[in-house]
């Protein structure tokens, strides 16, 4: 998609400014395509859900069984909470430019996770909501990899510990309005 945005050529008049990429073999649609098969499309909003559900169990998980306050194993939970924030961003994006985006515009054959921006006053929001919450993820593990000395030893954990919660709460958030708008769109 890079390499096809660069090759534009500037001076060409086009109705949305990522048309080149309603095209059908775009990498967005292709690379699942190969994966899960000709019925990705079906299996993407299920993924999606599937993996933020996972996401935001984990973090409620080892936040809700005091795992982030235990020194010693931590960072091993830290590091599988950003592991899957990983694996949630490739699939969140690709719902979003696959199947979200489509129907929130209801515009089946427009791929521009742009547009929502412009077309819904809150998708600016629900955008916001879910790089905080993945962010989060990586600031607690950076708080610990960075802070975790002797004078932190007593409130370390309360800041990695009020740093999932505030993720949990952004991503669910997030999820929460992009259910709403494609219940009622």
């Given amino acids: 998609d890079i390499a096809v945005a660069f090759s534009m050529d500037p001076n060409t008049v086009v109705s949305c400014c990522t048309v080149v990429f309603d095209i059908a073999d775009r990498p967005s649609a292709m690379i699942p395509q190969s994966i899960l098969g000709p019925v990705y499309k079906n299996l993407i909003l299920p993924l ?3 993996s933020n559900l996972i996401l935001i169990g984990y973090m409620a998980g080892i936040y809700g069984l005091g795992r982030l306050k ?5 960072r091993l939970f830290l590091s599988i909470g950003v592991f899957l924030a990983v694996l949630n961003v490739i699939t969140v994006l690709l719902a979003v430019i696959e199947v979200v985006a489509p129907r929130l515009l209801n515009l089946p054959y427009h791929h521009d996770p742009y547009d929502l ?3 819904m006053p809150d998708a600016g929001i629900f955008f916001a909501l879910f790089i905080l919450g993945i962010f989060s993820t990586g600031w ?13 030893k007593g ?27 494609l219940t009622i769109g």
């Fill in 70 to 74: 235990v020194e010693d194993k931590r």
């Fill in 117 to 119: 921006l412009t077309e």
């Fill in 155 to 181: 409130f370390l954990s309360g800041y990695v510990m009020k740093t999932y919660w505030f993720g949990i709460v952004c991503l669910l958030g997030s999820l929460l309005m992009i259910s709403i708008h």
């Fill in 140 to 152: 607690a593990f950076g708080i610990d990899m960075i802070a975790r000395h002797d004078e932190t």
């Fill in 48 to 50: 999606y859900y599937v």
